[in-house]
């Protein structure tokens, strides 16, 4: 399904950065994306969230968080509230990463109540769903991501027109394996369906692909019609395959 809206292209520092690497990059990123004809955004851990709200002031480049919590205060030590997290200009939240969901036990459930955090504070969640080699290799890859997005679809329907959603196998995160461009479309595609059922916009949703994008595959993977850009991990932190990839997308639109 092609529409007009521009390519979003995400970049997923994870728990990597300090404050003189950060620096460096940023200024390097925001002088790249000037002139670009496409959405860029970073999400940073959250201790440099105030450092790269500064350097970023006055350019195109968006500030994301990597989590929120689906909590608006209290004893909840080490959360991050969503209404904490647009006092440093947060555009986005990743909401149930592949990695949050392995590690801290994140359920379907926690992630749709985090984006609807996010989105009650006017955030825009980047849901991230996928599969594991294990689920893909038993066939079971439509009835995984299926069910983690009719979670989110569940709490969020009246709204779920306003959210981002990254398709992230699991099998490609981190790994240097990627899904084909034709593997990752037909996913994409099952995920533009399932909106459509949801909501009359599904064409103004963008569907990022998230496993393993890089300079060398972005144009390819950035050519599928459901593919509207990407969440990119590793490459964001190199700065010149990052803006290879971020002029791929904007040699195209959604």
Known sequence: MTSPKKKLIAG????????ESNDALVRSLVAGVKDVDCEVA??????????????????KLELGAQDVS?????????????DM???????????????????HGETDALVAEKAKAALAHGITPIVCVGETLAEREAGQTEEVVKRQMAAVIHVNGHCISEIVVAYEPVWAIGTGKTATPEQAQAVHALLRKQLSAATGHAERVHILYGGSM?????????????????????????????????????????
């Open 214 to 254: 890089s300079a060398a595959n972005a144009a390819s993977l950035l050519a599928q019609p459901d593919i509207d850009g990407g969440l990119v991990g590793g490459a964001s932190l190199k700065i010149a395959d990052f803006l290879q990839i971020i002029t791929a997308a904007c040699a195209q639109r959604a």
């Open 85 to 103: 997290l647009r006092e440093f200009g947060v555009r986005y939240a990743i909401v149930g990463h592949s990695e949050r969901r392995q590690y």
């Open 42 to 59: 970073v999400c940073v851990p959250s201790p440099y969230l105030a450092q790269v709200q500064m350097l970023k002031s006055g350019s």
């Open 12 to 19: 997923n520092w994870k728990m990597n950065g300090s404050l």
């Open 70 to 82: 689906c909590h608006a205060s209290g004893a909840y030590t080490g959360e991050v509230s969503a």
